[in-house]
Each structure stands twice: as C-alpha cells, then as structure tokens.
C-alpha cells in the first residue's frame, strides 16, 4: 500500500496527544505519566495534549484539532476503543492531506498495536512516533449497515454472534469496573465466554461470494477482520495484514456441541484459521445479511442496534509510526 501520499514532515514536529484516563481501568494515566516523563528528557520536541471527560469525547477532540490546525500529528493515549473514536472524527473532516496519528496503546486488548506492530510499553510505542520519517497507510474497514441506514469504520474487527454476545454480558456486567480496576479484565472475559457458549444460539448467514451465494443455518460465529487478533490476542484471520487491502471474514457453524466445543478450542488457542469448521472468505468488498438479530460488536463496542445487513469494503488512513514488522 502506498506509503508516501503525504509530504515529508520535518524534525520540528507539533504533536497533540489526546489521553483517555479510563482506558484499561486507569492504563492510560499510568502512560501518559510515563510519555510525559520521556518527553521531559527529549528537549526540543513540540507538544500539547488534552483529556477526554466522556464517551465520545475524543472524536470531538480529533475534530477540534484538525480545526485549530497547529498540529502536525495527533497521538492517542488510551485503548482501541478511542483510537476508533479518533479516526472516526478525523474522517469525518474529510482533509484533502489528512492529519497522521500515532498510538501509545494503554486498553485492555490492545489489538490493533498487535496487528500494526506497536510496542505496547509506552516508551517504546512513542519512540515508534518520534523516530519515524513518513506516514504508513493503513487498511480501514468501512461498512454500511442497510438494516439500520448508517455507515462507519473498524480497526479491528465486525463481530456478530459469539464474541459479540460476550462482549455485551462483559459491558453489562457489574464486576466489570472492579475487574478492570484490578487488572483482571481477561478473566471476566473468559468467564462470560463459557456462559455465552452455551446460551449463545445458532443463526442464519447469507454470505454473497463474488455473486455466488453461500447459506449458513447454523452459524455461531461471524468476524470480519482488519488484522489477525481478536480478544486479545487471540489469533482469528489467517495472514492478514493491515496495511494490505484486503478484509477477511471467518463464519464458524453450531452443527454439534461437541464440535463446536472443539472449534472453540481452536478460537481460544489462535488455531481456528486452520480448523475445518471454519468458512474462510476475502476480498476487498463482502455482502452478508444475518437473521434472526444477533448481538453486535465494532472494535469491542456495540452498535446501538442489531446489525442485519452489511456491505463492508475498504479505505485508509495514514499513521506516523514505524511498526515493528
């Protein structure tokens, strides 16, 4: 993908760091301090930053520093959820030379540094900005949701079904905040997750394969994924890389338990992509309807309604970080 759109920005870079505190139950201010402490000993390095106070705050934050226009680079602090909301409100700008983004990963999955290759140690992840010379285009899932007429994007991954399903009973749970708080988010997901197998129902898929139509009665499991990691760090497409352009959709069937219980094995080991009861499809355009209504998942948040019909392609966005790979 091309990675040179954008002209070279000098050594005298501005950056506007935006910082969720409550990412990760409070991983994000514990970064922050430590970014704040890097930069301290770095003299000459321009920057400012601000503070999101709600849900949503930080695409408005995004959108008001593209306004102001005095910044050449915007770093988000926080987990994928905000680095979401952020891109969402830079897209919504619709710059002719978008404004690059760097990422200190500080949430609770971390799944886009995964698939990006971002340090998740903060001091790492920012020397990943600082030392990097031109911006990186990314691969941005975009979708259009008929059933409920709106649009949007995923860094990660569109989930219906089973991690869907867990996703909402973590969010509604009353223990979430003191798991987190303590740092033991992943068990409360995995704990959900053996409920959710056995409550979570079978489903109806219509996958449209380049014109082809592909049925699935007994569908439990739908991704369509950016990159390879899920749940974090659970390994769900099988190569995929973010900054080709390409998505990839994995449909799982609920034929027998035992089976299934097998298939979720593999989900949980990062070895479904090799499992036969996984449905493999890619491209850079996919067309699937689900019924009946299932719960939903965008970059580990739900939509305010069932998704029921999708369209999902393609687009991009630059970054100014020097992934790993």
Same mark, same amino acid.
């Given at each position: 993908?091309?990675?040179?759109?954008?002209?070279?920005?000098?050594?005298?870079?501005?950056?506007?760091?935006?910082?969720?505190p409550?990412?990760?139950?409070?991983?994000?201010?514990?970064?922050?301090?430590?970014?704040?402490?890097?930069?301290?000993?770095?003299? &000459? *390095?321009? $920057? /400012?930053? @601000?503070?999101?106070?709600?849900?949503?705050?930080? !695409?408005?934050? #995004?959108?008001?520093?593209?306004?102001?226009?005095?910044?050449?680079?915007?770093?988000?602090?926080?987990?994928?959820?905000?680095?979401?909301e952020?891109?969402?409100g830079?897209?919504?700008?619709?710059?002719?030379?978008?404004?690059?983004?760097?990422?200190?990963?500080?949430?609770?999955?971390?799944?886009?540094?995964?698939?990006?290759g971002?340090?998740?140690?903060p001091?790492q992840?920012?020397?990943?900005?600082?030392?990097?010379?031109?911006?990186?285009?990314i691969?941005?899932?975009?979708?259009?949701?008929?059933?409920?007429e709106?649009?949007?994007?995923?860094?990660?991954?569109? &989930? *219906?079904? $089973? /991690?869907a @399903?867990?996703?909402?009973?973590?969010?509604h749970? !009353?223990?979430? #905040?003191?798991?987190?708080?303590?740092?033991?988010?992943?068990?409360?997901?995995?704990?959900?997750?053996?409920?959710?197998?056995?409550?979570?129902p079978?489903?109806?898929?219509?996958?449209?394969?380049?014109?082809?139509q592909?049925?699935?009665?007994?569908?439990?499991?739908?991704?369509?994924?950016?990159?390879?990691?899920?749940?974090?760090?659970?390994?769900?497409?099988?190569?995929?890389?973010?900054?080709?352009?390409?998505?990839?959709?994995?449909?799982?069937?609920?034929?027998?338990?035992?089976?299934?219980?097998?298939a979720?094995?593999?989900?949980?080991?990062?070895?479904?992509?090799?499992?036969? $009861?996984?449905?493999?499809?890619?491209?850079?355009?996919?067309r699937?309807?689900?019924?009946?209504?299932?719960?939903?998942?965008?970059?580990g948040?739900?939509?305010?309604?069932?998704?029921?019909?999708?369209?999902?392609?393609?687009?991009?966005?630059?970054?100014?970080q020097t992934?790993?790979?």
């Amino acid at each position: 993908m091309e990675s040179v759109n954008l002209k070279k920005r000098s050594k005298f870079m501005k950056y506007h760091f935006i910082i969720n505190p409550c990412a990760g139950g409070g991983k994000a201010w514990t970064a922050w301090h430590q970014v704040q402490t890097a930069l301290a000993a770095k003299p &000459g *390095i321009q $920057f /400012d930053h @601000a503070t999101s106070q709600y849900a949503g705050h930080p !695409r408005e934050l #995004a959108i008001q520093a593209v306004q102001r226009g005095d910044c050449d680079c915007l770093v988000v602090v926080g987990g994928d959820g905000t680095l979401h909301e952020v891109i969402t409100g830079l897209i919504a700008t619709q710059q002719e030379e978008p404004l690059p983004v760097g990422y200190i990963p500080a949430g609770t999955g971390n799944d886009f540094a995964r698939g990006y290759g971002i340090a998740t140690e903060p001091r790492q992840a920012l020397d990943q900005i600082l030392t990097n010379q031109h911006p990186h285009w990314i691969n941005i899932g975009h979708y259009h949701d008929f059933s409920r007429e709106c649009e949007g994007i995923f860094l990660n991954n569109f &989930g *219906i079904g $089973f /991690d869907a @399903a867990i996703v909402h009973a973590t969010n509604h749970s !009353r223990a979430k #905040a003191f798991l987190n708080r303590h740092h033991l988010g992943t068990f409360a997901y995995i704990y959900k997750a053996v409920r959710v197998f056995f409550a979570q129902p079978a489903f109806r898929v219509v996958v449209d394969d380049d014109g082809h139509q592909r049925t699935f009665n007994h569908a439990f499991l739908l991704v369509a994924s950016n990159h390879p990691y899920i749940s974090g760090g659970v390994r769900i497409a099988a190569d995929q890389r973010i900054d080709r352009r390409e998505l990839e959709l994995v449909v799982v069937e609920k034929r027998h338990w035992l089976t299934l219980l097998w298939a979720m094995l593999m989900f949980a080991s990062g070895h479904l992509v090799d499992s036969r $009861f996984a449905h493999l499809f890619r491209g850079t355009q996919l067309r699937y309807a689900v019924t009946p209504a299932q719960y939903g998942q965008i970059d580990g948040d739900e939509p305010g309604k069932p998704p029921l019909d999708l369209a999902l392609d393609c687009c991009s966005y630059p970054l100014w970080q020097t992934p790993l790979w």
